[in-house]
Nanobody, 125 residues
């Protein structure tokens, strides 16, 4: 198992930038595929971005492609989401997730086994 804690959320103006961080406990971090999801009030949990175990494969929802960048540092048990040019529609609680099984390119929340508590991102216009 793994414990996940997100940080870095807050208020940002549209067109600015924000970096979210997910800190994972345990020495098995590098065995997990990682992902970011988000959920707006009253909405369903939505896939944002994913990254494979080594960090060599990244993928994104169409809505954020070209603006967000996911990365990981396995030596630090950390996965990041760099949010550039955020838009008001990016406002949501952002969750870090870990997938135990090797499902590369997974976009389904059901493919991820462990979740953080989330961090609020609010984008103002």
């Amino acid at each position: 198992q793994v414990q996940l804690v997100e940080s870095g959320g807050g208020l940002v103006q549209a067109g600015g930038s924000l970096r979210l961080s997910c800190a994972a406990s345990g020495r098995a971090f590098s065995t997990y595929n990682m992902g970011w999801f988000r959920q707006a009030p009253g909405g369903e949990r939505e896939f944002v971005s994913g990254i494979n175990r080594s960090g060599g494969v990244t993928y994104y929802a169409d809505s954020v492609k070209g603006r967000f960048t996911i990365s990981r540092d396995n030596a630090k048990n950390t996965v990041l989401l760099q949010m550039n040019s955020p838009k008001p529609e990016d406002t949501a609680v952002y969750y870090c997730a870990a997938g135990r099984l090797n499902y590369e390119l997974a976009r389904d929340a059901g493919r991820f086994d462990y979740w953080g508590q989330g961090t609020q991102v609010t984008v103002s216009s």
